[in-house]
């Protein structure tokens, strides 16, 4: 079955003009309360002065790694926000290998295969995606940071992930609505590792900042891929000839 | 179709069997499948989960029964999850809310015209006005955190408008409490009523007393905090409803009674084909529940289950939009207010009441439920249609 093929979906107004009609008549008739939207920004406003952080990134866990961040801080510098992006990036990929992991399942049940996406070249990308994980464990490690940690940012990166996960292990997706979260979570990933190529530089860490280089120019050519084949699932549904 | 309640035995207990498979299923669709479905799907898990919490409660006070209640409370267990997981994954939280609100505004209504007791009625549509206002803040939290129009949800059926205000709904405790029934006069009917909305009342107190926390938004967090506790007010005034002088063996009886009432009433109206053999199967389990109660109730009150329960069972609930009905009762009852166990106009309660001074208090640093709907009116397409349309035509200045 097509995932947009048209049917009886009962969610627009159109679909029941009577009762929309009487829905409106009795929104004219019984009125709330005056005012406006900026009621709600009142209450966040009140709860937002004064608030917790979400929480802290952790202290460094070597003698060099706690040097590297005082040294740093001396200049104005604060390596925990590197830490924080590196912990982020580290969730981020560990996700994302379990997203590829998901798709594949989904690919291997889908009655029929559209355009070049192939089991293959989904398991590369996730075995890249876990690679991207050791490359940044192995740098949160020379820092003196420690890669098990959840990081305020890594924590976040999981609570926007959800969605991603939701569409791509539901039973009732379609290969084309799960390429579309994929290629939400690749089009971020791209911009977060230049993000943190660029603060990594900005920290005077050379070696790091190239060795996440070969990790972006991965990054880019999973994000082609994934819009390539995205255009052909979607094309091939609408009936267009690519 | 009446349904002979001695006759039909059901399915035997020891054939009622699950796997996991048959348990976690595919669930209905949000977009597709009558919303009438969806309130099935939420009253039939509020009906299971009130059968579960009665039959623990009994078990921790009667040795006697316990492991037929433990054999029964299996059963119901897999059937409660059964039925609430055939909510889809794709509906938000506060989609699913707008779901409750529509179960307690269609199920309460449904109730309140076929009940036979007056004042029973009366409470009926006492509450129904404040789960209506439920219904309309929501709705605008629904549009104003995540940009949905909660029609999607309601299909036409519900209408999105001010009940009794929620600000003006808190009360004290003691202004909760309800006269309740006589148990050896009123109509079998009467407590089914009784449970069934005391039941879907409390599955609601607790699904939004479990999410509200789950929001980071601390103008969600207040709206679930606010609701919440009205609901709890209304399972306390809904269990007041019922008898205390039943026998536990009765109220057991008068559980499983509703069960069968309630599937029974899915059964007969449900659309979705596969959802109807879910009923259809669930009624006939609870048939089966209801026949051991009724041997047990024989032997340990030794009286004629005749004396509690209708030959037949009455008529269903109607799953129907009940706009009108319910428009009435809005017109001519929402300056009603509780005093005591009565209800009285808002200009009759007196300086000295109790629940003047908690409602005051409660509000004293503002109204979650007044902030969030501040302006609302509900239109199709979400209200930013109009500020869409406004832009478009260049009437900024009407925007905010």
């Known amino acids: 079955m097509r995932t947009t093929q048209t049917d009886m979906n009962r969610t627009g107004a159109a679909t029941s003009p009577i009762h929309t009609k009487a829905m409106e008549k009795a929104a004219q008739t019984f009125k709330g309360p005056p005012g406006s939207e900026s009621a709600m920004g009142e209450i966040r406003e009140a709860y937002s002065t004064g608030a917790d952080p979400i929480g802290t990134v952790p202290i460094p866990t070597t003698i060099k790694g706690a040097a590297g961040t005082a040294g740093k801080a001396l200049t104005g510098q604060f390596l925990s926000v590197l830490v924080d992006k590196l912990g982020e990036r580290l969730a981020f990929e560990r996700q994302g290998a379990r997203l590829y992991e998901a798709l594949l399942c989904k690919l291997e049940v889908s009655p029929a295969r559209v355009g070049s996406i192939t089991p293959v070249a989904l398991t590369e990308i996730m075995n890249e995606e876990i690679s991207h994980a050791g490359l940044l464990i192995e740098e949160m490690n020379g820092l003196g940071a420690d890669p098990t940690a959840m990081t305020p940012s890594a924590d976040l990166a999981g609570v926007q992930a959800i969605g991603l996960v939701q569409t791509i292990t539901d039973p009732r997706t379609s290969m084309t609505q799960c390429l579309q979260a994929i290629l939400a979570a690749e089009l971020i990933d791209n911009a977060c590792w230049e993000l943190l190529i660029e603060l990594a530089e900005g920290f005077g860490k050379d070696e790091l900042a190239a060795n996440m280089r070969v990790a972006l120019r991965q990054e880019e050519e999973h994000l082609r891929r994934v819009r390539g084949w995205l255009t052909e699932y979607v094309q091939s549904e609408a009936g267009i000839s690519p | 179709m009446a349904l002979d309640l001695m006759k039909e035995r059901g399915t035997p207990l020891e054939k009622q069997l699950f796997d996991w498979r048959d348990i976690v299923r595919t669930p209905i669709s949000k977009l597709d499948d009558d919303a009438f479905t969806r309130v099935r799907v939420i009253l039939m898990n509020g009906i299971e989960n009130e059968a579960w919490i009665f039959q623990h409660n009994f078990a921790r006070q009667n040795l006697e029964m316990r492991r037929h209640l433990a054999r029964v409370r299996r059963v119901e267990q ?323």
């Open chain 2, 78 to 400: 897999h059937q409660q999850t059964l039925v609430n997981w055939l909510l889809p994954a794709d509906q938000s939280v506060l989609e699913t809310t707008i779901g409750y609100e529509q179960v307690a505004v269609e199920v309460t209504a449904t109730v309140a015209e076929h009940e036979p007791h007056p004042y029973m009625k009366q409470v009926y549509e006492y509450g129904l006005l404040e789960d209506f206002d439920h219904l309309y803040r929501y709705s605008a939290l629904l549009d104003r955190l995540e940009g949905k129009d909660a029609n999607n949800i309601l299909q036409g059926y519900t209408d999105i408008v001010p009940g009794r205000p929620t600000v003006e709904e808190h009360r004290d405790p003691f202004d909760d409490i309800r006269d309740h029934y006589d148990r050896t006069k009123a109509d079998p009917l009467t407590k089914i009523h009784a449970l069934t909305i005391l039941s879907a009342e409390q599955q609601t107190r607790n699904y939004y007393a479990t999410v509200g926390g789950h929001y980071a938004d601390p103008v969600a967090r207040q709206l679930y905090a606010e609701i919440s506790s009205i609901e709890e007010q209304h399972v306390t005034q809904y269990e007041s409803l019922i008898d205390p002088n039943e026998t536990l063996m009765e109220k057991w009886l008068l559980h499983e009674a509703t069960e069968v009432f309630t599937y029974f009433s899915c059964m007969q109206q449900e659309s979705n084909p596969r959802i109807k053999q879910i009923w259809e199967r669930f009624l006939s389990y609870e048939l089966g529940h209801l026949h051991c109660v009724l041997d047990l109730f024989r032997k340990v009150d030794k009286r004629d289950p005749l004396e509690i329960l209708p030959q037949t069972l009455p008529e269903p609930l109607d799953f129907k939009s009940h706009r009108d009905y319910v428009q009435q009762v809005l017109r001519t009852q929402v300056d009603l207010r509780a005093v005591g166990t009565q209800f009285v106009p808002k200009d009759q309660v007196p300086s000295n009441s109790p629940t003047i001074a908690y409602n005051r208090h409660i509000n004293s640093k503002g109204s979650p439920s007044e902030a969030v709907s501040a302006g609302y009116r509900w239109m199709p397409g979400t209200e930013l249609a109009a500020r869409a349309e406004a832009l478009r035509t260049g009437q900024q200045g009407s925007v905010h």
